[in-house]
């Protein structure tokens, strides 16, 4: 059944440096920047899909480096639509980082969805991705692989957008007459679509530049993975 409603959630902030968020500008480098976890909720007529879950407690290793906030949770930010963490029956995530599986396992009843390229590569990452991947959040989780654009369900393609990382999606969503894009980490803030000015951590700057120009040839409605000027999107079908 096709889409009726999408909302972004909140589940807090991660603390980056701006330098991490578009590559070699070297005005932003040891700027500060407490970027926001915006998981996605989309509702169907059958499915409540969520396209990320954010970030939850560390391992004692990465908590003295990573640090993150939380005003608000995943679990408070769904509630402001009525659902409870049983209620969500697919999962998608745009890739493994920390900030964007964190909290996978309070979806019991959920099916799990990601790239195959991705979840081989959270299984041994290279040495200067490793710090972005926190097994605990995944490694015994039972997940369900797709290969390159995938459909989802009616209205939902999960598409591949590599560079971020190897196996890194974007979703592209039909809601009514309006076509919205969530990036992921493909384009972190709404400046690395607008200017084609890719991210900063990056497996291989050239398919994430080649993954943004796909995303860009999409148009429609963007919504930007970390930026704070981008706080709420609310759409829902009459
Ligand atoms: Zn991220």
């Not at 790239?115 to 081989?120: G, N, S, T, V, Y």
């Not at 560079?163 to 990036?183: D, F, N, R, W």
């Not at 992921?184 to 890719?198: H, Q, S, T, V």
């Not at 994430?208 to 079908?237: T, W, Y």
Request: with cysteine; glycine share 8%.
């Amino acid at each position: 059944m096709a889409v009726r409603e999408v909302h972004l959630l909140h589940d807090g902030y991660l603390e980056l440096d701006m330098g991490m968020l578009v590559y070699m500008k070297t005005p932003y480098y040891g700027i500060k920047y407490q970027a926001a976890l915006k998981p996605l909720l989309v509702v169907t007529g059958s499915e409540n899909i969520l396209v990320d879950t954010g970030i939850a407690p560390l391992p004692q290793s990465l908590s003295k480096f990573v640090k993150y906030t939380k005003d608000t949770d995943i679990i408070q930010s769904l509630a402001g639509y009525g659902l409870v963490p049983d209620d969500i029956s697919l999962v998608v995530n745009t890739h493994m980082h920390m900030d964007h599986c964190g909290n996978n396992r309070l979806f019991r009843k959920a099916r799990y969805f990601v790239q195959r390229d991705e979840l081989a590569y959270s299984a041994n990452p290279d040495r200067f991705m490793r710090g972005g991947y926190v097994r605990e959040f995944y490694q015994d989780l039972h997940f369900e692989t797709v290969d390159g654009r995938h459909n989802l369900t009616n209205g939902v393609e999960l598409m591949d957008t590599p560079g971020h990382t190897p196996g890194h999606q974007s979703v592209i969503l039909q809601v009514g007459e309006t076509k919205v894009v969530y990036t992921g980490d493909a384009a972190p803030l709404l400046e690395n679509i607008e200017r084609r000015d890719i991210t900063g951590i990056v497996y291989d700057p050239v398919s994430e530049l080649r993954s943004i120009d796909r995303l860009r040839a999409e148009g429609g409605s963007v919504i930007a993975s970390h930026d704070l000027l981008q706080m709420s999107f609310d759409l829902k079908v009459p």
